[in-house]
Nanobody
Framework: QVQLAESGGGLVQAGGSLRLSCVAS????????HAWFLQAPGKEREFVSA????????YYTDSVQGQFTISRDNAKSTIYLQMNNLEPEDTAVYYC??????????????????WGPGTQVTVSS
């Protein structure tokens, strides 16, 4: 059973940066694709970014391309999401997930088996 635990969220002013971390335990960290999703109040969970097992292939939703960077440290079983130039629209709960989606479904939350409890990111204007 894989367990995921996010950290690094908080309150930041517009234009600021945060780095989210997700530590995984249990299971084989290297065998999973990991992704970040966000969920704003009253909205569905949305794909943000994903990274494949080797770390060489990364995927982003269009709105964060060039603004967010995903990375992984297999030795530490940790996934990171560096978020720069944050805007109030980025306010949401951010979730880390793990799964084995095919490439065409890498943005689909239903393809991920394991989820962390989430970390709140609030960006003030």
């Amino acid at each position: 059973q894989v367990q995921l635990a996010e950290s690094g969220g908080g309150l930041v002013q517009a234009g600021g940066s945060l780095r989210l971390s997700c530590v995984a335990s249990g299971g084989s960290f290297r065998s999973y694709v990991h992704a970040w999703f966000l969920q704003a109040p009253g909205k569905e969970r949305e794909f943000v970014s994903a990274i494949r097992r080797s770390g060489g292939n990364k995927y982003y939703t269009d709105s964060v391309q060039g603004q967010f960077t995903i990375s992984r440290d297999n030795a530490k079983s940790t996934i990171y999401l560096q978020m720069n130039n944050l805007e109030p629209e980025d306010t949401a709960v951010y979730y880390c997930s793990a799964g084995r989606p095919i490439l065409s479904a890498i943005r689909d939350p239903q393809m991920y088996y394991y989820w962390g409890p989430g970390t709140q990111v609030t960006v003030s204007s």
